[in-house]
C-alpha cells in the first residue's frame, strides 16, 4: 500500500528538548515536504526536497532543520523546540513539484510547554 | 499576504444538494490548482486539479470551475453526500513550485 508514515502521531514536550519526527514514503517519490497546519492560515511549508541531499526552505523554515540522506525518508528536526512550533505537522510526497498530486501522512501533533 | 484565499471558513449543506466551495488567489503566475480534502485524524487527500489553460475540470460527483480574468475558482460537489463532510483546502503552484495553500473550508453536509 501506498504511504506517507510519521512518527509520532502526538508528542507532548518541554521547551529546548530536541525532538526529531521521522517521515517515510514507500512511493520512491523524489520530492519530500514537510508542513505545518494552522488555525486560519492552512497549510504552510517548512522545508522540501528535491531528491536526495537536497533541501530547500519552505516559507516557515525558521526553528526547525531536516535532511535526506535516503530517498525514502525525511526527518523534520526541532533542535530546541520553543511554544509558537506548537502545531499539526504533515510530512508529503510526490513524483514532482506543482501539478503532481502530493501524498500526506495523518499527521504529527506537537505540543511545545 | 495570502496569496490564495479561502473566504469562508465553513459551509453547511443539505444532503442532496449542491455544494459551492470558492478560492480566490492574487498572484497571476500560478498555473496549476488543486483541491484536497481532510478529514479528521488523517493527512490531507487529493481530490482534483485544473490547469490554467482550462476553465473546467470533472471528475464524476466534483467539478472544478477556474475563471482566470477574476482570479478565482470554484469546487462543485453534486449531489452532496455526508461523507464529504470534511475540510477543503484550495492550493495553487506557480510553473511546478511549491505549493501554496488556502485556510481551508469545513463542509458539512446534513442528512
Known amino acids: 500500500e501506498a504511504q506517507v508514515t510519521q512518527n509520532p502521531r502526538y508528542l507532548i514536550t518541554v521547551t529546548g528538548k530536541k525532538l526529531t519526527v521521522t517521515c517515510s514514503q514507500n512511493m520512491n517519490h523524489e520530492y519530500m515536504s514537510w508542513y505545518r497546519q494552522d488555525p486560519g492560515l492552512g497549510l504552510r511549508q517548512i522545508y522540501y526536497s528535491m531528491n536526495v541531499e537536497v533541501t530547500d526552505k519552505g516559507d516557515v523554515p525558521e526553528g526547525y532543520k531536516v535532511s535526506r540522506k535516503e530517498k525514502r525518508n525525511f526527518p523534520l528536526i526541532l533542535e530546541s523546540p520553543s511554544p509558537n512550533q506548537t502545531s499539526l505537522y504533515f510530512c508529503?510526497?510526490?513524483?514532482?513539484?506543482?501539478?503532481?498530486?502530493?501524498?500526506f501522512g495523518d499527521g504529527t501533533r506537537l505540543s511545545i510547554l | 499576504d495570502q496569496q490564495v484565499k479561502q473566504n469562508s471558513p465553513s459551509l453547511s449543506v443539505q444532503e442532496g444538494r449542491i455544494s459551492i466551495l470558492n478560492c480566490d488567489y492574487t498572484n497571476s503566475m500560478f498555473d496549476y490548482f488543486l483541491w484536497y480534502k481532510k478529514y479528521p485524524a488523517e493527512g490531507p487527500t487529493f481530490l482534483i486539479s485544473i490547469s490554467s489553460i482550462k476553465d473546467k475540470n470533472e471528475d464524476g460527483r466534483f467539478t472544478v470551475f477556474l475563471n482566470k480574468s477574476a482570479k478565482h475558482l470554484s469546487l462543485h460537489i453534486v449531489p452532496s453526500q455526508p461523507g464529504d463532510s470534511a475540510v477543503y483546502f484550495c492550493?495553487?503552484?506557480?510553473?511546478?513550485?511549491?505549493?501554496?495553500f488556502g485556510a481551508g473550508t469545513i463542509l458539512r453536509v446534513k442528512s
Open positions: 492550493a495553487a503552484s506557480e510553473y511546478g513550485n511549491k505549493l501554496v
Open positions: 508529503a510526497s510526490s513524483a514532482g513539484t506543482g501539478s503532481q498530486p502530493q501524498h
